[in-house]
């Protein structure tokens, strides 16, 4: 979990600062985060679920 916090405060630092290595690190934050929930037992049917239902948020929000 020390991981992701230290990834969100260089993401942080490094868009503040315009750099463009913000987005590895944002990737990597999401492999992190993956990791850590298939360690507590996450499975693809989980993720797929979960990623529908942010692709529905995301298209809602176009049509505004």
Do not use: C, W, Y
């Amino acid at each position: 979990m020390l991981q992701i916090q230290e990834h969100l405060v260089e993401i942080n630092d490094l868009k503040e600062d315009k750099d463009p290595h913000a987005v590895k690190e944002m990737i990597d934050l999401s492999i992190l985060a993956r990791m850590l929930a298939l360690q507590q037992g996450a499975n693809k049917t989980l993720f797929d679920q979960r990623f529908n239902k942010f692709k529905k948020k995301i298209n809602q929000a176009l049509k505004g």
